[in-house]
């Protein structure tokens, strides 16, 4: 097999990106702005500067901008851990026997495991900068408050996280992770807000919930001095310091000529796949080159392929401000798919303007394939795949297979979020034969959407 | 601070090593032979062969070929996760606030989660090029099992890792990485082998050992028709295989013009830091240049620093051959150390004998200390190290801290052999206050001594 491109292409430290890309600003319909559920208007920098941290408002605000320089700071950060290698999958074409060529963009080589660190460390910079003391936020499969305490410890930065009770039980490695990282991490919910009280009092023995984590956050964030609140995904501000992940990966491809015709990537609340895509869609926007975009998500967790394009809570508490996106209604409870880091209700408000302009498609596929494509992937591949990361490895497997039957020679570029060390019980059930599919039914869709709030004069 | 040495030094792809480097062949007075427990006779290739693959066997004797040839298949699987990272410690350097210039390689980057797929591939690829239906092996901790299951799966060949009792219980997590990369995992003993029959009468309830583990793989593999066994440290072979660390390591060195005063690896058989001196000590050897070589080992387990310099088994089950090396006996139980990776009775004959030269000086450290300085490392470099490795930053920690007070620029390299996500129960012992330290009585280790055999007219 021919080898002018190399295994592994990783830049050289001056290569790497030393702005972010905002793709809201080649927009030319913008995504709809947050809105204040109290007053139906758009939520404003002073309104958000309560919750977040100034520089972080004016990032989730500014649709205008194409690209705002990186910190120093940040980038000395990146240079540990990034760039991150986009790999050339000659093993999987090899297997598959597909005249495709496949790229994989591995953003798992750091203690955090995923691409979560590229926006923690911005975010956690930010408060620092800003003279605060912490940050809280919440954590459901563990990635992201992970990224987060590593952020704070290196920054010497107070990092507070809730972490849904049942994942603290089950999880009992991650919440160690962040511990040695000097985080506090607290079971949720919790007796240490009133929110978590009042869920205990309603609810004895709940196991809690995502959005129950961000409620008791959000609290802690808001009633301490020197505090602010913190989010891993869905935010404009997440997807503009993800962008690193496509901007290296598209700089890595220029180097060597190499122009992907399909870019695939996993879609929960949109952080990795927002930010692979970012630059690529950017030339589309602008009619410079055009690229297939497929979003893959979870079919029990439907929120593109099934879901409403409407204002929704991004929490299941009700309490954050009202986001216009593809949604399952804020009451949604996603069945238990083991790939925690996609069972979010919503997604991102730029993908979902995205993908209602119809410039990006997505796929819902269940998980016992997302399984068998992670197995498959690994034992030729070498990286044991996270269960999020392994829906666009099964998207990816799919094409190069039609590739093979149609003898065409697509160039796949597909996002590798990260790595399954810490979801061996799902990979136990799957290796058991014990792993099960769910589909929502059409009339569990309906329980969720009457949940969508009615705002009037809007929708 | 200045930043003319980019925090992560890569290789490109044609600058990899093409070939292993034996440090035997530079050796004026060679490492002891293998004997025939049976003749005291050194052990013949035939004698060899029936336990080890052909071109194995020729690796294990070859005292005098400096060279050998990196067959493109084993340079292939390389590239998957090589070249591995050489890192300055910049953000080490500033917290210790040291004049000392600190690099470390870093071989956590792959699934195996350690340097010990390095040998797995060139092992297994040995099985398959001799016909081979498969391979046996024991496994502990379980970084070896995991590696080899890896490159059997990418070779399609069959693996049959033997996991002692109690960590196949206690590592779960451990045990499906190896499924999910199709390896068979028995928990031994086992009613599967005669061995295992005749220990468990002998024992019932016994949690197992990794003497006995072993046990079981070279019956596995002695007795079934296209079978050998494979071993991930301690061999000549291993030490010869990894030596790619330290010639990557030196390659990246070279490049930059850094020349290490002082290189320092953990030592448990030996596989890491034989591999990591090796081209360094080959330079010592010639008289082409001097270092400072430190071997560290767990006060709980210290082959070393407490050891005899006589032949002993490999194994507590003695069926292996014996082996001149620095022991504690055959006999000797380690305490419940964990870094279960370094907690082997004996040591590669080939460092025990650079060692008794006095090329290379070794320090003990007890454990509270090594997750001490892990959880230092972490929080400032971001990756999570295995406890194993911990014990190389430990003591890189204390040479860096003696240049501050002395004002020394020193320059130290040590090895970061891998990461500590299956490590967390050891974690959270620390993070929780309840880790204690073990360091054996000059009793525990005359029990141990009294267990080496008397060979007659050799010792």
Not at 160 to 178: A, I
Not at 293 to 299: G, N, Y
Not at 345 to 365: F, I, K
Request: hydrophobic share 35%; proline share 5%.
């Amino acid at each position: 097999m021919s080898r002018e491109i190399p295994y592994k292409i990783y830049l050289e430290e001056n290569e790497m990106p030393k702005q972010w890309y905002n793709v809201r600003a080649d927009m030319k319909k913008k995504p709809a702005p947050l809105l204040n559920p109290a007053t139906g208007k758009p939520m404003t920098a002073e309104e958000l500067g309560v919750v977040f941290c100034d520089e972080l408002v004016q990032q989730e605000l500014d649709d205008t901008t194409a690209y705002i320089d990186i910190p120093q700071e940040i980038r000395d950060f990146y240079k540990m851990y990034r760039p991150s290698p986009l790999v050339r999958a000659y093993c999987l074409e090899k297997k598959l026997d597909t005249p495709a060529k496949i790229y994989y963009k591995f953003e798992g080589n750091n203690t955090s495991g995923s691409h979560k660190l590229n926006s923690a460390i911005a975010q956690a910079y930010y408060a620092k900068k800003q003279g605060l003391k912490g940050v809280t936020t919440e954590t459901g499969a563990g990635q992201w408050g992970t990224a987060l305490s590593m952020a704070c410890a290196y920054l010497d930065l107070d990092c507070k996280v809730y972490m849904v009770k049942v994942s603290y039980e089950q999880k009992p490695f991650r919440r160690e992770v962040m511990r040695t990282y000097g985080a506090s991490v607290t079971p949720s919910p919790s007796t240490t807000t009133e929110v978590g009280k009042r869920i205990l009092e309603a609810h004895p023995g709940t196991t809690g919930s995502l959005g129950c984590a961000i409620s008791e956050a959000v609290e802690v964030a808001t009633t301490n001095e020197g505090y602010r609140y913190v989010l891993g995904s869905v935010l404009n501000q997440v997807l503009l310091h993800q962008s690193i992940i496509g901007l290296e990966s598209k700089t890595a491809m220029d180097k060597y000529g190499i122009k992907p015709d399909m870019i695939i990537g996993c879609a929960g609340g949109g952080s990795n796949l927002g930010g692979l895509v970012s630059p690529f869609m950017g030339e589309k926007l602008r009619g410079e080159a055009d690229y297939e975009f497929i979003a893959v998500e979870p079919a029990s967790c439907p929120s593109f392929t099934r879901g409403r394009y409407l204002y929704d809570f991004c929490d299941t508490g009700m309490i954050c401000p009202l986001a216009k996106m593809y949604t399952l209604g804020s009451g949604f409870i996603p069945s238990a798919n083991h790939a925690g880091g996609l069972r979010f209700h919503g997604m991102s408000s730029t993908l979902s303007e995205l993908y209602d302009q119809g410039l990006m498609s997505a796929r819902a596929v269940e998980q016992t394939e997302v399984f068998a494509a992670a197995e498959e992937f690994a034992r030729v591949e070498g990286i044991l795949p996270a269960p999020e990361s392994s829906h666009a490895i099964k998207v990816a497997i799919d094409e190069a297979l039609k590739c093979k039957e149609t003898g065409e020679e697509k160039t796949i570029l597909f996002g590798l979020t990260g790595t399954g060390y810490f979801d061996m019980t799902a990979y136990q059930k799957f290796n058991d034969g014990e792993m099960t599919d769910y589909i929502p039914t059409d009339e569990d869709l309906e329980a969720g959407f009457a949940g969508i709030p009615k705002i009037p004069g809007i929708q």
